[in-house]
């Protein structure tokens, strides 16, 4: 524990979470935090972006997250009505805590919406995987991605291709610390604790004698509105899925954008199939499970890419683009788009024993958030001592 004093009046880090990808980064930075440096005082603010149980509720019971002190409560809405709203309840925050700086993580519209307020207020923005880049605007986090790095003061990053990306935007070098990737840590931490595959088929009213086949089964998540928004994409999608079952049995955990547009565009019948297991969204420890066991993943979640490569599972990633490079050149990854016979052949190749078993990249070692943690406060503290003078 580094007993560094924290001037009086600095004000707390209100570290910011919004949506389901920020839960398991933020737990471990709040637990460093407070072992690391107990004096630094932490306010935690959820933008309610996310809010079913399914996609919440479990997640902080799962990783252990305190309540937040505040929630926003912002829910669903169109980009600019969700950004605008995050923006309009977040500036009081600002103005009842002073806080000394504004943590925010990852890529969703809440990180966003938050840095922006901040940087109207000068209130210093810390941004935790910075740099990573797609260089597809399509992608709203790519937008979102993009602008606040260029808002933030602090930039920690994930992996050191990053940095490159920084730089080429005019971001100043000693803005930048590389300190591995937070979400690995969550991992790392839980991994003992991960529900085994059958317990959750069970609890699911599933018979988990599916999973138990010759191939095993693999483990399917798809979100991104480019793929499932557009019947045009997602019907194809769905029949090479459903080819792929015939291999290999499918595990599916569906996301509410995703389940709400099969049912819209009367795509039911192509889920229809036994080898295929419709889950609602699970709980981490549960995800953390399934994945663990799987034979394969495929996916176009930006963090199973990251996942899978640290637990040596293979992954078929349905984009065409990912921000995460290092999860294909050093990890398990293959970028497969969503062309059914790209897919078809990745999958093939995975079932006859050639799929990647790549290595765990640079630091992401489960101490990550403790890096962030020792930074932070060092930062902060030679900061305010230089204002002070
Ligand atoms: C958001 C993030 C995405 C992240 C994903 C993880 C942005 C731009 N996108 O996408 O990067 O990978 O979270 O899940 O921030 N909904 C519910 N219950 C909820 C939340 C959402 O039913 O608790 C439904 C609503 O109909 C909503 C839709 O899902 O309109 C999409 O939710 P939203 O938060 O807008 O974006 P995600 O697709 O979840």
Redesign the pocket.
């Known amino acids: 524990m580094v007993n560094q004093a924290w001037p009086n009046n600095l004000g707390p880090v209100i570290c910011v979470v919004?949506?389901?990808?920020n839960f398991m980064k933020m737990a471990p930075i709040l637990r460093a935090f407070t072992g690391h440096h107990p004096a630094l005082p932490t306010l935690l603010v959820h933008t309610g972006?996310?809010?079913?149980k399914?996609?919440?509720d479990r997640l902080f019971a799962d990783l252990r997250l305190p309540r937040p002190d505040i929630n926003l409560e912002v829910?669903?809405?169109t980009?600019a009505v969700?950004t605008a709203e995050v923006m309009r309840r977040f500036e009081p925050v600002l103005d009842a805590h002073r806080p000394s700086c504004v943590l925010v993580v990852?890529?969703?519209?809440?990180?966003l919406a938050c840095a922006l307020v901040c940087a109207k207020k000068e209130v210093p923005v810390v941004h935790v995987e910075a740099g990573l880049r797609s260089y597809d605007r399509l992608m709203?986090?790519e937008i979102?991605r993009v602008l606040t790095d260029q808002i933030a003061d602090r930039l920690y990053t994930t992996e050191r291709s990053a940095h490159a990306n920084l730089a080429r935007e005019g971001i100043a070098n000693e803005r930048m610390c590389f300190v591995g990737n937070v979400m690995i840590d969550s991992l790392l931490a839980n991994r003992e604790l991960a529900h085994p595959p059958a317990v959750t088929l069970r609890a699911a009213g599933v018979d988990p004698g599916i999973l138990n086949g010759p191939q095993g089964y693999g483990l399917v998540t798809l979100?991104?509105?480019s793929n499932v928004d557009h019947a045009e994409t997602l019907a194809p999608l769905l029949g090479v899925l459903r080819e792929v079952a015939e291999k290999v049995p499918l595990v599916f955990a569906l996301?509410?954008?995703t389940r709400?547009n099969v049912e819209r565009f009367g795509l039911g019948e192509l889920l229809g199939s036994r080898r295929i297991v419709l889950l609602p969204?699970q709980g981490y420890l549960e995800i953390l499970g399934l994945l663990a066991g799987a034979r394969l993943v495929l996916s176009d979640?930006?963090?199973l890419q990251e996942e899978t490569t640290a637990l040596g599972v293979p992954c078929l990633t349905i984009r065409e683009n990912t921000e995460r490079p290092i999860t294909v050149e050093q990890g398990t990854n293959t970028l497969v788009g969503c062309d059914p016979g790209a897919i078809r052949r990745g999958v093939d190749d995975i079932l006859s024993g050639l799929g990647k078993t790549g290595r765990v990249p640079e630091f992401w070692d489960g101490r990550a958030a403790e890096r962030i943690a020792s930074d932070l406060a060092s930062w902060l503290i030679a900061r305010h001592a230089q204002r002070g003078r």
């Open positions: 919004g949506a389901r990808p972006q996310h809010y079913d399914d996609m919440n829910g669903s809405g980009h969700q990852g890529d969703v519209n809440s990180t709203p986090e979102n979100h991104r509105p996301h509410p954008r709400a969204p979640s930006g963090g």
